[in-house]
């Protein structure tokens, strides 16, 4: 059993705990546009059937059994310990080839985007993530059901979730065994002294053993993100920024050995022949554009919105005509990419929400008369579509009002 799905409540409940601890405590550790962000990253992830646990588990399990492998009966519970044991493990060696290989990182690179760590930056998630799926072979070559590795997969997730806060310091003896939020925060940070360390999921004896752990310092702390710095709000670019890079790299060199090589070196890895990237201080400060406090109460409520239509579409998807699906799926990227811009303070955010509504409104006429089997989505598209206009609307005309000049 995935057990992700049943976690989620508890996910935006305990964020919430955190966000009031925060408060309270005066540490806040919450923004609302990068939290937005990594929440989009999060709901795009799972919309675009990334994740790949039954997937991958259906395909790796279909061939063990054509390989003849023979599956474990799982009667008692050490079997069940050991193939969480194993898991965790080919999870250290997926997570580490996710930091050494540019064809890894590409994708993982979103997780660790974020400028701040909090619960949201554990649902920060790629949506390009196609390969990592290979490094759990073992798990079923050496005979463990697909069901299994399914629910131990899927508990593996759940306990990262909770790693990922600035509010639990040290751990005494657990910080031997296991992975915390102590030695989490160092595996997120850009510190040159932290950068490719901790990538235990679970258990951080891995990384004890095969020389990649580091202890958090108290004289060093923890600044979070990726060494360039994304500057962007934009979940489209956070999820292919690195793909096109590592391309571009690919195309320009001359060398076809290099061509190939790029994918499998290090993200810092340059071909002999092109320029080395521009060094970039890893001390810049966070990416925080001008918002107006309506923009990010707009744009936060928008997002909650979307996340209903995200969470509909991905369970009900298989009813509806695969065109409207795929239409629907483009709309919510389309307003993702909208709440992007808005946030980012742009001079066209304006106008680009506006041509959003009005494509949604369209969209909404659309599905009226080519799927009229499916009017009630019609129906809500185009309230929601007026409803936001409203509110843009009032939002404009309270805006002229306090920039008008007094009347003497």
Known sequence: MNY????????????????????????????VNDTI???????????????????????????AVWLGVPQWSMEGSWQWVAAFVVYDFCYYWKHRFGHEWRIMWASHVAHHQSEEFNLSTALRQTGTDYIGFVFYLPVYLIGIPAPVVITVGSLNLIYQFWVHTEHIRRLGPLEWILVTPS?????????????????????IIWDRIFGTFKDERADEPCVFGITTGLKSWNPLWANFHFWLDTAKLAWRTKSWG?????????????PADLA???????????????????????????????????LWLQ???????????LLLFVWICLAFYAQGVYLEARTNAG???WLRLGITALLGGGIAW???????????????SAGSAMVLLIDLGASRVHSSPEVS
């Not at 799905?5 to 964020?15: C, E, I, K, N």
């Not at 080519?370 to 929601?384: D, F, H, K, N, Q």
Request: net charge positive; no cysteine; charged share 15%.
């Open 4 to 31: 992700v799905d049943v976690a989620v409540p508890f996910f935006v409940l305990a964020m919430g705990v955190e966000f009031v601890y925060g408060w309270l405590v005066k540490k806040q550790t919450y923004r």
């Open 37 to 63: 962000n990594s929440l989009q990253l999060g709901t795009l992830s799972t919309l675009n059937k990334v994740l790949h646990l039954g997937l991958s588990a259906a395909v790796l399990g279909t061939l």
């Open 183 to 203: 030695n989490h925060r160092v595996h997120h940070a850009r510190n040159e002294l932290y950068l490719d360390k901790n990538y235990g999921g679970v258990f």
């Open 258 to 270: 290099d061509k190939f090589k790029v994918w499998f070196k290090p993200p810092a890895w340059v």
């Open 276 to 310: 080395a990237h521009k060094h970039s201080d890893w001390r810049y400060p966070k990416y925080d554009p001008p918002a107006r406090a309506f923009v990010k109460g707009y744009a936060f409520v928008q997002f909650w919105l979307l996340l209903g239509a995200a």
């Open 315 to 325: 369970n009900t998807d298989a009813a509806l005509p695969r065109p409207l699906t």
């Open 351 to 353: 106008q680009l929400e």
């Open 370 to 384: 080519g799927w009229p089997a499916w009017s009630s989505i019609a129906i809500t598209l185009l309230l929601y």
